[in-house]
């Protein structure tokens, strides 16, 4: 049955004897964002119309956890798509997963990297030892599987998610490794995430891997993300969830976007990564509008695309009174049970929902125009996936 502890991993039995049939290796391969990938671009109906990575273009998507539900049977049927397991914490996984796929004869032009931990249960040790390998993948990827090109599936929070940012663009300084970790105190360095450290340390290392074995690379830095649910559920789509019961339409400009539109994003990095034309190695991508919206409304845009006209509205003032309070409360109990990590983890996704972020994305979409004749709305994206799931149920 789907999801039992019976499931396997397809094989892979395919050669690959020619640059036509090079595969795309995505490391964090079973996330809620890979998923949507899976079926809003290399399954749905006219996904690859406007020429960019062929449909038939195979995609091994490797990660920890296999993956669940429909997915893991949609996966197992399908000829151009497979899940392979690696632990990317242990370098004796990443040469067990490379050795595999060279026997089995692959070839692998392009290397996505879009592994974190849980952002709720990932303790710092999580965080910091699925960075400390990045390096390694790349050159074994390289050496044993012919691999051109990577890109780096970033976050905005690069730029310490607990620190105000207002339209920050790809020019603008990062913060200070120094004083995070114990160097120096020049007051700009990462606060208290081990999420957001680990992220810089992963594009740092990236860009040193890729630059010593003359690789190409993109790092593309997306927000917050509502994406496809299936097993893995997605963050974003829970909080909101829960929001639309009990929820504040809080005015703070905090850009959003849905799994969709940053799946083709990815598409059209890959495309050109692999043709050899990518113009620049940093790309924010945030929003499906040009200027910045509030939090509140896509609190607004959930209720009416689920048809729910009622729920509890905290008065703003209050709810950011309480928010804070909380958040102060478990910075003091972390202060007091430093082991009890998952704290200070509730505490960082406050300070993100109650503090500005908005980011400069004019330099995506001028290279990529074609995005604003593909990407949906919020509502749009909400409305999608919920008749995703009316048609699963069915």
Same mark, same amino acid.
């Given at each position: 049955?789907?999801?039992?502890?019976?499931?396997?991993?397809?094989?892979?039995?395919?050669?690959?004897?020619?640059? $036509?049939?090079?595969?795309?290796?995505?490391?964090?391969?079973?996330?809620?964002?890979?998923?949507?990938?899976?079926?809003?671009?290399?399954?749905?109906?006219?996904?690859?119309?406007?020429?960019?990575?062929?449909?038939?273009?195979?995609?091994?998507?490797?990660?920890?956890?296999?993956?669940?539900?429909?997915? $893991?049977?949609?996966l197992a049927r399908s000829a151009q798509s497979s899940y392979r397991f690696v632990d990317i914490r242990r370098p004796e996984s990443i040469d067990s997963l490379v050795q595999s796929l060279a026997s089995s004869g692959a070839r692998v032009s392009t290397l996505i990297f879009g592994a974190r931990a849980s952002l709720t249960l990932g303790s710092p040790a999580d965080h910091e030892a699925l960075a400390s390998n990045v390096g390694y993948i790349i050159a074994r990827s390289q050496k044993s599987?012919?691999?051109?090109?990577?890109?780096?599936? $970033?976050?905005?929070?690069?730029?310490?998610?607990?620190?105000?940012?207002?339209?920050?663009?790809?020019?603008?300084?990062?913060?200070?490794?120094?004083?995070?970790?114990?160097?120096?105190?020049?007051g700009y360095g990462y606060d208290a995430s081990g999420y957001d450290l680990s992220k810089r340390r992963t594009?740092?290392?990236?860009?040193?891997a890729c630059r010593r074995l003359g690789m190409r690379h993109v790092h593309l830095r997306i927000s917050g993300v509502f994406s496809n649910e299936g097993g893995r559920k997605c963050i974003q789509m829970s909080a909101i969830r829960l929001q639309s019961v009990v929820g504040c339409?809080?005015?703070?400009?905090?850009?959003?976007?849905?799994?969709?539109?940053?799946?083709?994003?990815?598409?059209?990095?890959?495309?050109?990564?692999?043709?050899?034309?990518?113009?620049?190695?940093?790309?924010?991508?945030?929003?499906?509008?040009?200027?910045?919206?509030?939090?509140?409304?896509?609190?607004?845009?959930?209720?009416?695309?689920?048809?729910?006209?009622?729920?509890?509205?905290v008065y703003e003032p209050l709810a950011r009174s309480a928010i804070w309070t909380l958040i102060i409360t478990l910075q003091a109990l972390l202060r007091?049970?430093?082991?009890?990590?998952?704290?200070?983890?509730?505490?960082?996704?406050?300070?993100? $929902?109650?503090?500005?972020?908005?980011?400069?994305?004019?330099?995506?979409?001028?290279?990529?125009?074609?995005?604003?004749s593909m990407e949906e709305s919020i509502y749009e994206g909400f409305v999608r996936i919920r008749n995703r799931r009316v048609r699963a149920r069915h």
């Open positions: 049955p789907i999801g039992s502890k019976d499931w396997e991993a397809p094989t892979m039995t395919r050669k690959y004897n020619d640059t $036509s049939a090079e595969a795309i290796l995505w490391i964090g391969g079973t996330s809620a964002l890979a998923q949507t990938f899976f079926e809003e671009i290399l399954t749905s109906e006219g996904s690859a119309t406007d020429g960019t990575l062929s449909r038939s273009r195979n995609i091994i998507f490797a990660a920890l956890h296999p993956p669940e539900d429909t997915w $893991s049977d949609l599987l012919g691999s051109r090109n990577v890109l780096h599936i $970033s976050s905005v929070a690069v730029m310490d998610h607990t620190d105000s940012q207002d339209m920050k663009d790809e020019d603008a300084d990062l913060p200070s490794l120094s004083s995070s970790e114990g160097g120096e105190e020049d594009e740092d290392d990236i860009r040193a339409q809080l005015r703070t400009p905090l850009d959003m976007n849905t799994g969709r539109n940053v799946c083709f994003a990815i598409r059209m990095l890959l495309d050109r990564l692999e043709r050899g034309c990518v113009r620049n190695s940093v790309y924010y991508y945030t929003r499906p509008t040009v200027e910045p919206m509030t939090y509140g409304k896509n609190l607004v845009d959930y209720r009416r695309a689920h048809n729910i006209w009622y729920g509890i509205d007091l049970l430093p082991a009890c990590f998952v704290l200070g983890n509730i505490a960082y996704l406050l300070t993100v $929902s109650a503090v500005p972020h908005t980011f400069d994305n004019s330099r995506f979409r001028e290279e990529f125009p074609q995005i604003h």
